[in-house]
């Protein structure tokens, strides 16, 4: 998947899109570190993160990064609180999320 996503960013240089990259896992999570997801402005995606709640999570905060025109984020997905629970996402880890946006 690493090929496929630089193959893909190497052809979109001057679009405007986000990629999140786990850096950081603890615990049982869906993805560990270094798997990246790329995230446009009109919410389509390339590449996934784990998908259910952690990766809808991240792909709206990367919306929220490219809508404020921030270059970067870090953020924390916590998969053992009870709204993952309650989703049947009881993965039971944590994992840090780096968000970096380029601007056409």
């Known amino acids: 998947?690493?090929?496929?996503m630089i193959e893909y960013?190497?052809?979109?240089?001057?679009?405007?899109?986000?990629?999140?990259?786990?850096?950081w896992t603890q615990g049982s999570t869906p993805r560990k570190a270094g798997v990246s997801m790329v995230v446009h402005p009109n919410g389509?995606?390339?590449?996934?993160?784990?998908g259910g709640r952690a990766e809808y999570e991240i792909r709206?905060?990367?919306l929220d990064v490219l809508q404020h025109r921030e270059t970067c984020r870090?953020?924390?997905v916590s998969l053992d609180d009870?709204?993952?629970?309650?989703?049947?996402?009881?993965?039971?880890?944590?994992?840090?999320?780096?968000?970096?946006?380029?601007?056409?």
């Open 9 to 23: 960013l190497g052809e979109r240089p001057h679009d405007t899109l986000a990629v999140a990259t786990i850096v």
């Open 82 to 104: 009870d709204e993952a629970v309650k989703e049947g996402m009881v993965c039971g880890g944590t994992m840090d999320v780096w968000i970096s946006a380029q601007y056409e």
């Open 74 to 76: 870090r953020i924390r």
């Open 60 to 62: 709206a905060t990367a």
């Open 44 to 50: 389509t995606t390339f590449g996934t993160i784990g």
């Open 1 to 4: 998947m690493i090929r496929e």
